[in-house]
C-alpha cells in the first residue's frame, strides 16, 4: 500500500490543494484512496465532507474506540496532507511509513529557502535512499521574475521537478466544493490536466 506524503515546513503552499487533488487523480483511476493528516487535523476531514458521494470514494482516517488512527481496510492508496511546522517526532512518524514524498513550493523566496532546509534535512535521514521525493511548483506564473528565480533554484536541487502548477482560481473553486480537477468536465479544466500528466506519471 503506498503512502504518499505532501509535506514542506513552510504555512502556505499548496500542500492540501496539492494533497486533495493526488488524492482525487488516484480515486479517479479507480484505486481505493484514503486522505488524513498525519496529526489529525480537521482540515482534509473537512474536505471530505463536502465531497458528493455521487464521485469516486476518497476515505478518510478509521478512528478506533483506543482512539489510534488507522486506514480503513481495503484501502490501497494513502495520502498524507502534513502540517505547517512539521519536525521532530510528527516528522519521523511520517518518514517511517513514507513511500514517496511530494515537496510542493510556490517561487518566493521565504518558500525558497524553507524548502532548501527541508530537502537537506530529508536527504539526510537514514530512510532518504528508501523514499522516492520529488518537487511541484506550485501558484506558477510564466514569464515572471519570481518564477524565473524559482527555475534557477530547482536547478541546483538534486531531487527531480515533478510538475509546475498554474497560479488558477480552478482549484480554490473546486475545493470549496470538495471536488478536484477529475470531477468536472475535461473540457473545463484541461490545461491543468495538461500540467498533471508527469504528476501522474510519477506517481505511477
Do not use: C
Amino acid at each position: 500500500m503506498p503512502v504518499i506524503v505532501i509535506a514542506n515546513p513552510k504555512g502556505g503552499v499548496g500542500k492540501s490543494t496539492l494533497a486533495t487533488n493526488v488524492a482525487g487523480s488516484l480515486a479517479h483511476r479507480g484505486h481505493a484512496v484514503m486522505l488524513g493528516d498525519v496529526d489529525r487535523q480537521q482540515s482534509a476531514r473537512q474536505w471530505l465532507a463536502l465531497r458528493p458521494a455521487t464521485l469516486p470514494a476518497i476515505q478518510g482516517w478509521d478512528v478506533a474506540h483506543d482512539a489510534v488512527v488507522r486506514p480503513p481496510k481495503g484501502t490501497t492508496h494513502v495520502v498524507l496532507d502534513t502540517p505547517a511546522g512539521l519536525h521532530g517526532k510528527r516528522l519521523e512518524a511520517v518518514l517511517k511509513i513514507a513511500d514517496r514524498v511530494l515537496i510542493p513550493l510556490q517561487p518566493s523566496l521565504f518558500d525558497i529557502q524553507a524548502t532548501h532546509a527541508f530537502v537537506q534535512q530529508l536527504q539526510t535521514h537514514r530512510r532518504a535512499p528508501e523514499i522516492t521525493m520529488g518537487l511541484v511548483a506550485m501558484r506558477v506564473r510564466d514569464h515572471t521574475r519570481a518564477f524565473e528565480q524559482l527555475q534557477h533554484y530547482l536547478t541546483t536541487v538534486p531531487l527531480p521537478v515533478v510538475a509546475a502548477l498554474r497560479d488558477t482560481q480552478n482549484y480554490v473553486q473546486l475545493a470549496a466544493r470538495g471536488l478536484t480537477l477529475w470531477d468536472v468536465a475535461p473540457s473545463r479544466v484541461e490545461r491543468d490536466l495538461t500540467q498533471w500528466q508527469p504528476l501522474q506519471a510519477w506517481l505511477n
